[in-house]
């Protein structure tokens, strides 16, 4: 298990947290998503076997920009 803390821009109302929520809570190997609007974080428990790229890649067609990504 690795846990991730994510800074994307483009979030702006509940609406997105629910779009990036609904998402990553419906993927094989994603176990907690916790979404920080006025903080444009996300931060997120995954699987090992899950990319990091992977998470980057959807973020980015539910069309957010990823500024930063640490693992943690």
Do not use: P, W, Y
């Amino acid at each position: 298990m690795k846990a991730l803390d994510i800074e994307v821009t483009g979030m702006s109302c509940g609406g997105c947290v629910k779009k990036i929520t609904d998402h990553f809570q419906s993927l094989a190997g994603v176990d907690q998503v916790q979404v920080e609007l006025d903080q444009q974080k996300i931060k997120m428990n995954l699987e090992d076997n899950v990319s990091n790229m992977r998470i980057r890649n959807d973020l980015i067609e539910l069309g957010f920009q990823v500024t930063k990504m640490t693992k943690v």
